[in-house]
């Protein structure tokens, strides 16, 4: 889709002057409870545009990601060490800039701009790559990238939940979970159709890079013309910790420990490749995997709706260490396809799970630092985590890093069994 030039000064506006989303919305001078936005599903056009952000947003990402470990190894050189410091480094800044960027939001009641902001960067960052001649300006890239993320997560996240009712948190986030895999499971299925017509090109994953990055550009367009919010009123005060203590910091405190064995998934291509899959397949691969996990996304997040958010999560958690377990004694390609579909329904389970999880555990108003600090605790450790694989893959085996995730896994598993509830739902 192209932008037209015309349109700047009019998405401007839009993006310096939130507008109601709907007229049937009423500004209300107390923000709790989130007001609902009824249409025929029961969820407001937000939560639809968002989704579509998040769908062309995921394809531009899962064009790059299932060939970017083998861009590091066969084309820039790169050990595995270099690549866990890159993927941790990347990740860890994502969770430093959702910190910033959910304090942000709440503070100046603003999150549409924010979100505008961050995909302009991610967008900017992939085309760049495909320019990108050594490990160093891949790796400020990727960091470009990551801040980005960091900066668009928290307050689309805000957004989703202030225009979804509380009894449809699930289902609203399922939703963009559906959307944003679907664009996922796609991005990988265009990546395998370039390489194959490009397969005579000495430069085809740059190439690659830089049509993922026009495409990362489309949810701009989106997001200028069909995005609105509520003007929360501008929060003058300091944000409160204290609304951040008891179940929310117990909540955080297990992501960390869940997040320690969860290293960059690219660890998972990388020992794809290792029991014997070949580069050009991969992208097939982690299609099915998004696939799935689009799939199952609706459907996971109705069931967190009936069943509660915690129990959804014990779910997903459950499917990660078997699946990881898997991943540590494959020895056959057949068995790779088969883990990585499974390993779908881990994020189907527990993505939207927690982010409901979240709005539940915190007023809306706080809700935009909330979801920092909760996208932070998935990231914070993510450094160590893949420092940690690359170590275990180079001086143990490479299925160590598989059996340490599986283990990590399976002791939040047991945590959050303990975490005291605080609402019906959870």
């Known amino acids: ?67 970017l ?66 490990g160093l300006a891949t790796m400020g890239l990727r960091l470009t990238d990551g801040i980005g993320k960091g900066l668009k997560d928290a307050p689309r996240d805000a957004l989703v939940a202030g225009s979804a009712g509380n009894q449809k948190l699930g289902f609203a986030f399922g939703v963009q979970r559906t959307l944003d895999t679907l664009g996922s499971a796609v991005g990988p299925l265009i990546t395998y159709g370039l390489l194959r017509l490009w397969v005579d090109h000495a430069n085809k994953y740059r ?96 069931l967190s709706d009936r069943i509660g958010r915690r129990n959804a999560i014990i779910i997903g958690w459950a499917i990660y260490a078997l699946a990881y377990l898997g991943f540590a004694l494959a020895q056959s390609p057949f068995l790779i396809w088969i883990l990585y579909a499974f390993y779908g329904l881990y994020y189907a389970f527990t993505e939207g799970a927690a982010k409901a999880m979240v709005a539940e555990l915190v007023p809306e108003k706080n809700r935009g630092a909330a979801y920092g600090l909760y996208n932070a605790s998935v990231g914070i450790m993510a450094l160590p985590a893949s420092l940690l694989a690359g170590f275990l893959w180079n001086q143990v085996s490479p299925s160590a890093p598989f059996a340490f995730g599986a283990l990590m896994a399976f002791l939040a598993f047991i945590s959050i069994l303990f975490l005291p509830k605080l609402t019906r739902n959870i």
């Open 207 to 302: 190439e690659v890079f830089l049509v993922a990055g026009v495409i990362a550009a489309v949810p701009l367009l989106i997001i200028g013309l069909w995005v609105r919010e509520r003007k929360l009123p501008v929060n003058k005060q300091p944000i409160s910790l204290k609304v951040f203590r008891g179940p929310f910091a117990g909540f955080l405190a297990i992501m960390l420990l869940f997040t320690l064995g969860n290293s960059s998934d690219a660890f998972l291509i990388l020992r794809s490749q290792d029991v014997g899959i070949a580069p050009t397949t991969i992208p097939l691969i982690i299609a099915l995997f998004n696939l799935i996990s689009a799939l199952a996304a609706i459907p996971a997040g109705r």
């Open 1 to 67: 889709m192209a932008r037209c030039k015309s349109t700047l000064n009019f998405e401007f506006t839009f993006l310096v002057e939130p507008m109601l989303d709907n007229p049937q919305v009423k500004i209300d001078q107390q923000p709790e409870p989130p007001p609902q936005v009824p249409v025929e599903n029961g969820l407001g056009r937000n939560v639809v545009a968002l989704g579509w952000v998040a769908f062309f947003g995921g394809l531009a990402q899962d064009m790059i990601q299932p060939i």
């Open 69 to 134: 470990p083998i861009f590091y190894t066969s084309v820039l050189g790169l050990n595995k060490e270099f690549i866990g410091l890159i993927e941790g480094l990347m990740t860890s800044v994502v969770s430093l800039m959702k910190i910033g960027a959910g304090y942000l939001s709440d503070a100046l009641g603003v999150r549409k701009t924010i979100v505008f902001i961050g995909y302009a960067f991610s967008a900017a960052a992939r085309f760049l790559l495909g320019f990108a001649g050594n």
